[in-house]
């Protein structure tokens, strides 16, 4: 398949290695940026860039709405979500392919199938493959994500549910830093995926 025009829908590092990736290939590039990212040196690199809103990642990296609308304005016919951020999003994915365009990573139905660490984890165990200890999605009661972590064992590492790219994995040692990383991690993953379940 030869593409014609890439957007890359991600920021900072992420973005400029796409971006110089799709210059030696020759391919023009669309960047997108929030408010924080205005002129920031990644921009350089492609061929058009598009501000897609304030500074907050629910308001610009996460906006999908308006990251599919500059897929279309830009006329370019695939989309790079970089990690983290739109990557690992299933309604995303598909909604670059209702639009007849190419997302670049996993089909939305694998997308769908792995994003949820718990469902990951069930459709492994189904293929048989070897799966480490976890946990269920973590409830408000501190007693029962307590005891999940007992019987997983010290240390445990919290992470998000949704979402990838390291973002909200904290590790505990104790009961006492297991609550907060659950807060903050919780924290970490309705900012960065719009969804707060931890495990």
Not at 118 to 123: G, Q
Not at 135 to 144: F, G, I, N, T
Request: charged share 20%; proline share 7%; glycine share 10%.
């Amino acid at each position: 398949m030869i593409l014609n025009k890439v957007l890359v829908a991600n920021r900072g590092a992420v973005a400029a290695r796409v971006l110089r990736a799709l210059n030696e290939m020759s391919i023009p590039s669309v960047a997108v940026y929030s408010e924080a990212d205005a002129g920031a040196p990644y921009l350089a690199y492609a061929s058009e860039s598009y501000y897609i809103g304030a500074s907050p990642a629910k308001e610009s990296y996460l906006n999908q709405d308006r990251i599919l609308k500059v897929l279309q304005e830009s006329n370019a016919d695939a989309i790079h979500p970089g990690y983290g951020f739109l990557s690992e999003n299933f309604g995303f994915a598909s909604g670059v392919v209702a639009l007849d365009k190419v997302f670049i990573g996993p089909s939305p139905k694998w997308i769908e199938a792995m994003g949820h660490k718990t469902k990951a984890r069930e459709l492994a165990r189904q293929y048989g493959l070897p799966v480490g200890q976890g946990s269920e999605v973590l409830p408000p009661d501190q007693a029962k994500v307590a005891a999940a972590a007992r019987k997983i064992g010290y240390p445990v590492l919290v992470k998000p549910a949704a979402g990838g790219g390291g973002i909200g994995m904290l590790p505990a040692y104790d009961e006492a830093q297991l609550f907060e990383a659950v807060e903050r991690a919780r924290s970490m993953a309705e900012r960065g995926f719009s969804n707060p379940e931890c495990i």
